[in-house]
């Protein structure tokens, strides 16, 4: 196992990085040449209520705090970004949140269960149409990767995205948080929010095969049921990889690792000195 450090994440936002350790969340944000970071203390319900750090339930927690502040950051980022104010209500954030599942869910769920009809009179397996469902939504969620990859925009936030990275694996192998040190280190980590993805997609292939075939509005209704269990395992299997150097933790994330060659971008040094600073905030 790796030496076991405080956990510390993020995501890339408009012109910067969001690193989130134990105590605190810091958002960092390049403004010409100047580097603006806002810090704040967490406030999990983890805090509140021991029983949601049992494992999986805290996988579901943290998925949907990360939601909550992943729209929060993205607002504050653009409002430093392009100097126009943006400030969510706890409505803005609900209704953003609602948005975002809702598609996820219409994408990745509802269009797949409609494409598998065109297989349902040649196969009569169950295990067998749940997978090939899997497999579809897979491929969709890999063509929604790359469409949105050849972005001009976008790219700039995969460059980001790769600086996060660079600074988390200099932080996990006790390097000082410095560029050059930064520089040494790949922009993909097996602990990504892609690789998290990637692996609720074949942990609801697994997951979905139980359940048999029944009719379609049933189908969907019950992998809408399941979507928190499948997180909460999901989120234990990319907690896992992210602590252990063994085969079998390799082999879990090797996938997603190499679906973050199209989600991450080289970064250039003053990107990766916004995630440095994002990161020297939160420890």
């Not at 009809?117 to 469902?133: H, M, S, T, Y």
């Not at 048999?212 to 969907?220: E, N, S, V, Y």
């Not at 970064?267 to 990766?272: E, G, R, V």
Request: aromatic residues 10%; charged residues 20%; glycine residues 6%.
């Amino acid at each position: 196992m790796k030496p076991v450090k405080p956990s510390i994440g993020g995501q890339a936002v408009i012109e910067g990085v969001m690193m989130r350790g134990p105590q605190y969340t810091a958002i960092a944000v390049r403004k010409g040449k100047d580097i603006v970071v806002k810090r704040e203390e967490n406030q999990s319900l983890q805090n509140r209520y021991p029983f949601l750090r049992l494992p999986v339930i805290r996988g579901v927690l943290a998925l949907f705090e990360m939601l909550v502040i992943g729209i929060s950051a993205l607002s504050y980022s653009a409002s430093i970004a392009e100097e126009e104010e943006y400030k969510l209500t706890p409505k803005d954030i609900a209704f953003s949140i609602i948005i975002a599942v809702g598609f996820a869910i219409a994408l990745f769920i509802v269009l797949p269960t409609f494409l598998i009809r065109f297989f349902e009179n040649n196969v009569k397996n169950p295990i067998l149409l749940n997978l090939i469902e899997g497999i579809i939504r897979i491929i969709i969620f890999f063509l929604y990767i790359f469409s949105i990859s050849i972005m001009k925009d976008i790219r700039r936030f995969f460059e980001y995205h790769g600086a996060e990275h660079m600074a988390v694996h200099c932080y996990e192998n006790g390097d000082p948080l410095t560029v050059e040190n930064a520089k040494k280190y790949k922009t993909l980590h097996p602990r990504c929010g892609t690789s998290f993805l990637l692996i609720v997609m074949i942990v609801s292939i697994l997951l979905f095969s139980f359940l048999g075939w029944p009719g379609i509005l049933l189908r969907i209704l019950s992998r809408i049921i399941l979507l928190p269990l499948v997180a909460g395992i999901s989120y234990e299997l990319i907690r896992f990889t992210g602590r252990s150097d063994s085969k079998i933790a390799k082999i879990i994330s090797a996938p997603g690792m190499w679906l973050q060659l199209l989600t991450t971008r080289k970064p250039d040094d003053s990107q990766i000195e916004v995630a440095l600073e994002a990161l020297k905030s939160v420890i």
